[in-house]
């Protein structure tokens, strides 16, 4: 290896830990074993393979005694985002929520109902319908990825599975939408 080359990487190596990057690592849940009800199929899909490949925590059945169990419902829409001169929707945004809570074997509220919401800008043209709705797809797709990292990360949070009265994980509500970034 070249010295220009082994600067280089020693360069990029530093600056990638000065910003604070790292790895996911293994995660320590506070349970075992989890369920998880409602949520579509590819979310409950990554969702599992998260938390299985990154812990030693196994997602069960709701009827196989699970040490928790995680509610999800999701939902998804679109709101017109600017108009054209002529009235002609130029640009959407995409809204993709997901609405949470861990609930312990023994009935403790272990996360308070809680919301990750998430949203896109996506512009728009009567040209291309096709491809503008694969476009859309893929969007709410990287969206529900995004929260289920984000969700992963929150189970991880959780330190007992009878938390003292001041030690409950305080729940999450959505903050005010981000501005749109400029295309």
């Known amino acids: 290896m ?3 080359s082994f600067l280089t990487l020693l360069g ?3 600056l990638l830990s000065a910003c604070g990057f790292q790895l996911r690592g293994q995660q320590d849940y506070a349970f075992k074993r989890l369920a998880v009800t409602g949520g579509v199929p590819q979310m409950v899909a990554r969702l599992e393979r998260m938390v299985e490949g990154g812990s030693d925590t196994v997602i069960v059945k709701p009827w196989e005694k699970p040490d928790a ?3 999800l419902s999701e939902g998804q829409g679109q709101r017109t985002l600017s108009l054209n001169a002529q009235g002609v929707v130029q640009e959407y945004e995409l809204v993709y929520n997901v609405t949470y809570s861990l609930i312990g074997a023994d009935g ?10 998430l949203n896109r800008s996506m512009t728009y043209s009567d040209q291309y319908t096709l491809a503008k709705q694969s476009e859309a797809t893929l969007l709410y797709n990287d969206m529900r990825n995004d929260a289920v990292d984000q969700l ?3 189970l991880a949070a959780v330190r ?3 938390p003292a009265p001041g030690e409950q994980t305080p729940s999450v509500v959505p903050r005010a939408p981000l501005p749109t970034p400029p295309l």
């Open 2 to 4: 070249s010295r220009r």
């Open 12 to 14: 990029g190596a530093s």
């Open 69 to 71: 169990t995680l509610s």
């Open 108 to 117: 403790t509220l272990l996360i308070p109902p809680s919301v990750i919401a």
């Open 152 to 154: 992963t990360r929150r």
């Open 160 to 162: 007992s599975l009878h």
